[in-house]
């Protein structure tokens, strides 16, 4: 039997995997620049994390999540977000007693068993924040800004969706009143949404089913049943995104199911992914470190999935930088190449980045692979190079060529 990658999973190789790694150091950048922190979490969890931190009524919980048993009779599950696991490593290693905001960040890999389809993998990637301790908007602001910065310097066009959950004094009463709404629009909704009337019944309002956007689109705003409280917080939110120039679109469909989530909701959207044009999504829940047993402590946080920042990058033709050799070394016989291998430890001792044939080729061979590499320059060395211990240096753009001393290589290629 040929061994292959499991359905829904995908090989990064290494003509992919420097992409990524760019996408990661832009997001490292941007993470410095805003001051949040990295935190790895172990990729498996005790299942109870996700059932109480996501919701046993999700999709997620129901029907994606990879569970298994180990040795010892525990449940455990591949970990299909990161919100939880990070909620759960705050409170069990107390760090709201060692300040009052603490501001995480991740790169790392998620499982969810779901139908895979273009941007969608059942091993995907996300980086995601996490701002926890502080009610404030400015933080809510200071995450939306963050993901916009991210696109900024992706040359990503995005969108902002944003809305409000309200809180849990006003949720409760907008729940029945869309409950009410949607009974008496009941025969016109989809099978699954009509199970949700009377379990969930926000999650309604985002379905991506056609039906069910058209028969809910006369559907009650939450915006007008919220409390004092919720509505200050979401138009001091949209002020401050306003003094940002950050553009947003309020959307009335934007909700979020769970009891925990409270006050701003917003996502990303982009015109190049089609009709699942999602980048990310976030906003604050307030009520998870309950939901998890801890004390109750306010946070916001956003992820979005690499894979979807990669589609539109690729379909907006952006060029990603190749990390290519300066120096390509090229020996025209056996003393040659050992020389070139002393010398290509020399330089990479030095942080210059050099390659050198191992296959005894040709020189045209040996071209041509430095050309394949992008080298920017080719160092030959032969016969005559060594008796006279002088390099020939030749610029790959132009073809221009020098003579360099062996005593002033090293020199040479940390000036150009």
């Not at 995908?10 to 003509?15: A, E, H, S, Y």
């Not at 030095?350 to 394949?372: P, V, W």
Request: aromatic share 10%; hydrophobic share 35%; net charge neutral.
């Amino acid at each position: 039997m040929k061994l292959k990658s499991i359905k829904g999973t995908k090989d990064i190789l290494p003509g992919e995997s420097f992409k990524w790694q760019y996408l990661e150091s832009v997001i490292r950048d941007v993470m410095d620049v805003f001051q949040y922190k990295e935190i790895r979490t172990p990729i498996f969890e005790d299942t109870s994390l996700f059932t109480r931190g996501i919701g046993e009524e999700t999709d997620i919980v129901g029907k994606e999540m990879y569970t298994f048993e180990d040795k010892g009779g525990s449940s455990l599950t591949l970990r299909p977000e990161m919100t939880a696991p990070v909620m759960r490593a705050f409170l069990q290693h107390s760090l709201r007693e060692q300040s009052t905001l603490t501001k995480f960040y991740y790169i790392a890999p998620m499982f969810r068993q779901e139908r895979p389809q273009a941007g969608r993998y059942r091993q995907f990637h996300q980086y995601g924040v996490e701002c926890v301790g502080l009610e404030n908007p400015a933080c809510d602001t200071e995450v939306i800004a963050l993901a916009a910065e991210v696109h900024r310097r992706l040359g990503i066009n995005s969108k902002l969706k944003i809305n409000s959950v309200g809180d849990h004094t006003c949720r409760p009463v907008y729940r029945e009143v869309l409950q009410r709404y949607l009974n008496g629009i009941f025969n016109l909704l989809t099978s699954e949404s009509q199970k949700r009337v009377q379990t969930n019944p926000l999650r309604v309002l985002d379905s991506k089913a056609e039906q069910d956007k058209e028969a809910t689109r006369n559907a009650p705003s939450i915006l007008d049943y919220l409390s004092v409280k919720a509505s200050e917080h979401f138009e001091t939110v949209l002020s401050m995104l306003g003094e940002m120039g950050i553009p947003y679109e309020i959307d009335h469909r934007l909700v979020r199911g769970l009891d925990y989530y409270s006050m701003t909701a917003f996502e990303f959207a982009s015109t190049s992914l089609g009709s699942q044009d999602a980048l990310g999504g976030g906003g604050r829940y307030d009520g998870l470190s309950d939901q998890l047993g801890g004390k109750p402590t306010p946070a916001v946080g956003y992820a979005s999935g690499l894979e979807r920042l990669l589609i539109v990058l690729e379909k907006s033709e952006f060029v990603f930088p190749v990390n290519s050799p300066l120096v390509y070394f090229i020996g025209l016989d056996k003393t040659g190449r050992k020389w070139c291998t002393k010398m290509l430890n020399d330089f990479r001792v030095a942080g210059i980045s050099c390659e050198t044939d191992y296959g005894d080729r040709s020189l045209k061979a040996q071209m041509r692979e430095a050309n394949r590499l992008i080298s920017k320059y080719v160092c030959i060395i032969g016969e005559h190079e060594l008796k006279n211990e002088i390099a020939t240096v030749k610029k790959m753009s132009t073809g221009a060529q020098n003579m360099v001393p062996f005593s002033d290589l090293l020199n040479y290629f940390h000036v150009v």
